[in-house]
């Protein structure tokens, strides 16, 4: 009985040092930190842990200024409270808040979602007019830069709008929001401008940019031709079993440093049995995921087999050294199937290394 008795007392003794081994155990986030308040100048806002396991003793805080689109954050010297108050040198940026805790048995850190951009107290305003960039050209694409402004923006809304000849008489183009236009025929011999509406917690402001040149109908198609310009063969002489391929890709900036720069991809479509170009086919290159940079429409390969497409990065896109942009690239022949016929698949990257 004694012995049955000491045996007993012996597992409780082991579980007792298991059960406090398991309560050392080093923390771990199990959901991460928030931060809430008036993301505002002047506004006090506050810190939440999250949740951890490992029963922490003790917590501590970091706060971090970021880039408005929540990357290069770097720490707020002297923000480590639970709560901070916002200044003027977060406006425009967003903050995120590192939260620190710590047991016996070690530490570990977690970090909150960037805020959106820090607001001014005023409505925003314009210090730098939006711009157009592209070809006022029928069937190209015009990019629009909301400009420069103050107070701290943390949304942007547009409205591409037709104007006449002489810039004046602007109106609405109905459906044409996004930050991107592409030129219709209707615009032809009229000029484009764009109106962009800043928002913060205070309120809106709208400015316009100058309008384009006057809007042309652009190059014409190539002509069908077995035996194009330059010795590349037109699209039309192109039929199964002979495919198209993007023999060759090229990207300007070589190396992504921001999220402010254009992307502009030339890719090269040539055939696959002689290996040379294609005039007249149409290319439609997109981000994988789709959500890293703007959208294109297809766009067809000049007289040297090569067509050009720009693109603008978006928040999603990864800014970090040594990552990678994807792009899935289609060359393909009007009026087919572009999963069938001629048309072929190829993915091709670009990479990134950000600048500070």
Known sequence: MRRL???VLALLVVSGVLAAGALAATPQNTKEPTISGKM???QTVTANRGEWSGNPTSFSYQWQRCDNDGTSC????????????????DIGNAVRVQVKASNSDGSATASSKPTDAISGDAAPRSTSKPTISGKPQVGETLMADPGKW????????????LCDKSGASCKDISGATGKTYGVRSSDKDNTIRVEVTAKNLVGSTTANSDTTD???SGAPSPTPNPVGVGGAISITAISLPNRLVVSQIQFTPRVIQNRKQTITARFKVTEANQGKAVAGALVYAISVPSNQVTRSAEVQTSSNGWATIHFRPLKALPMRAGARVNFFVRPRKAGENPLAGVS??????VGVHPTR
Do not use: C
Request: hydrophobic fraction near 35%; aromatic fraction near 10%.
């Open 150 to 161: 103050a107070e701290g923006p943390s949304s942007f809304a547009f409205q591409w709008q």
């Open 214 to 216: 006057v809007v042309t």
């Open 40 to 42: 505002m100048t002047g």
């Open 74 to 89: 770097g720490d707020i010297s002297g923000a480590t409270s639970r709560t901070y108050r916002l200044t003027d040198s």
């Open 344 to 349: 072929t698949r190829r993915l091709v990257s």
């Open 5 to 7: 008795t000491r045996l």
